[in-house]
């Protein structure tokens, strides 16, 4: 496409457009039919390759389907296999967005996402064969919610834009065949994160006028966590509402040589737990169920001398339906330095525990004591 310099009556000067200048009797330049018409129509034709209707009362059409264009390229050269697509992800500290309850006294609430937020996603190139990974900018945007019920928000790429949507559904939804969910559908939006369609948080909604409850939900890489203690303090295990299970690791190689170190579950919100250990001091096992009329956590660290290393592997599943985790433990103990087996145990623990809302925005708690670089390396599993 190019000015109508062919076109005599079209009054191009310089080969371009003028406007009339009354005070010298300039006229201004004419557009042809055949221009206008031809200029029309190639920004029509960008904007379907877009896969956009074009529309007369939009303005931004060209913008988006530039991006969309530009984000598929004119080839397949850069494209991959749907499942050969990098992981969903999202660019913060932890991989989750920020998402924004609000009550709202004639339905089930509002949420709201922040803008300038960077979203890593697939788009589709081939539909249901090959895409491309893409990332865009989150825009401000917010739904508002029937009440009484558990909606999922989510996000696809739909017309080369960022899409957020919410559907509603369960936490243990079956992922689509299309590996996408349906905009505002009523149900079956639950599925775990996909290459195409990201899920956010997982969002109750109550009464009219009470706050939506949101569940976050991590989109990184790798459910992975890997922290060194020393001191005292508390330590905080992620945790995630697609995550079936989960795997910890915690060992003390160079323990305190004037303390005895203490590593273990915050007591809040076990309902029964017990133990028993084995010693070669010991013919028989020590068993201890009480735990059931006196509910105990399971046991992480029972070190009873000082000096003594340890290394427990605990494992966990979860029922999020029910808010609750069953856990079991196995730890060895020995005292360092020591020829004796005297003081070694080799310890089985499990334990049943209640999760509040919050252990799904702070993490499940874990105190230590006396830690000299006491490593602990956290696991979730989908």
């Known amino acids: 496409m190019d000015y109508p310099k062919s076109v005599p009556s079209a009054g191009l000067v310089n080969g371009k457009f003028v406007d009339e200048n009354p005070l010298t009797g300039t006229p201004g330049s004419l557009i042809p039919a055949d221009w206008g018409n031809g200029v ?47 992981p969903a992800t999202v660019a913060t500290a932890d991989g989750r967005l920020a998402v924004t309850p609000a009550a709202v006294s004639t339905n089930g ?21 090959l895409g491309r990974a893409r990332t865009f900018t989150t825009q401000a945007w917010s739904s508002d919610l029937l009440s009484t019920s558990s909606y999922f928000l989510r996000a ?72 060194t203690v020393n001191g005292n303090g508390v330590v905080y295990l992620p945790l995630d509402p697609h995550a079936r299970a989960a795997r910890l690791i915690v060992g003390n190689p160079t323990p305190s040589a004037t ?28 068993n201890h169920d009480a735990g059931w009329t006196a509910p105990l956590p399971c046991v992480i660290f029972s070190n009873n001398y000082i000096n003594d290393v340890t290394v427990t592997t605990l494992t966990a599943s979860f029922d999020h339906n029910q808010i609750r985790s069953l856990w079991q433990s196995y730890q060895t103990e020995h005292l360092l330095g020591s020829t004796s087996a005297v003081s070694d145990e080799l310890l089985f623990s499990m334990g049943i525990k209640n999760h509040p809302v919050s252990d799904y925005a702070t993490g ?13 390396s956290w696991e979730l599993i989908r």
Not at 364 to 376: E, P, T
């Open 259 to 286: 303390e005895i170190s203490s590593v273990a579950f915050a007591p809040a919100g076990w309902v029964g737990g017990n133990y028993c250990y084995l010693s070669p001091a010991l013919t028989t096992s020590s």
């Open 156 to 227: 696809q790429v739909i017309g080369g834009v960022l899409t957020f949507y919410m559907q509603r559904g369960t936490i243990y939804d079956a992922t689509p065949e299309g590996l996408k969910g349906t905009v505002n559908g009523g149900a079956g939006g639950g599925f775990q994160s996909t290459p195409l369609d990201i899920c956010i948080a997982w969002v109750m909604t109550g009464a009219p006028g009470a706050v939506p409850v949101i569940r976050a939900i991590y989109n990184r890489n790798r459910l992975a966590w890997t922290q």
């Open 109 to 129: 609430g509002r949420v709201s996402i922040p803008a300038g937020v960077l979203v890593s996603i697939g788009q589709e190139v081939v539909a249901g064969q």
């Open 40 to 86: 029309t129509q190639e920004i029509v034709n960008v904007i379907k390759a877009g896969e956009l209707t074009p529309d007369e009362t939009k303005y931004d059409q060209l913008l988006q389907a530039i991006r969309s264009v530009s984000a598929k390229g004119w080839n397949l050269d850069s494209a991959l296999p749907i499942g050969s697509l990098p």
């Open 364 to 376: 499940i708690a874990i105190n230590f004591a006396a830690a000299v670089n006491v490593s602990l």
